[in-house]
């Protein structure tokens, strides 16, 4: 491993050794910066976590649509009730789709809120590590 540092770093100095005898083309130089300069955070970031965003996502649209699904049950509870012809099956039915929904939209929200904090200190730490760098690098030139 040591060997392949040393390589890397020789190879490294030919570069700006190069770099240093090529004449600079100043119309270059002005319509725009380097390449690396084109890269935003936010595709970086997006490149890193896809995973993790769109778990949470699809996380959300799962609450999202146990959210509406809860009235709907109730209104065939409070239809149930009104209506004394009914089988007792059916509100024992709903009884449990209620429960089986609480509990359910209970437990995704617990893990969306648990996602959303492991993606918040995933990124937190990913972009304090690259502000460390770039002022370690900063410094260290001036």
């Not at 600079?24 to 970031?45: H, M």
């Not at 065939?76 to 059916?90: A, M, P, V």
Request: glycine residues 4%; aromatic residues 8%.
């Amino acid at each position: 491993d040591k060997q392949k540092v040393f390589n890397s770093q020789d190879v490294n100095d030919q570069d700006k050794k190069k770099s240093d005898s090529q004449p600079i083309d100043k119309d270059n130089a002005s319509k725009g910066k380097d390449k690396t300069a084109s890269c935003s955070l936010f595709s970086a970031l997006l490149r890193c976590f896809w995973p993790l965003l769109t778990a949470t996502a699809v996380l959300q649209a799962i609450m999202v649509a146990v959210d509406l699904t809860f009235p709907q049950i109730l209104k065939l509870l409070i239809g149930f009730t009104r209506d004394t012809s009914e089988h007792h099956w059916k509100g024992h039915l709903y009884i449990l789709l209620l429960m089986v929904f609480s509990v359910g939209g209970c437990l995704i929200r617990r893990q969306f809120i648990y996602r959303c904090m492991t993606l918040n200190m995933h990124l937190k730490t990913v972009i304090k590590a690259a502000v460390y760098k770039k002022s370690l690098t900063v410094t260290s030139e001036a």
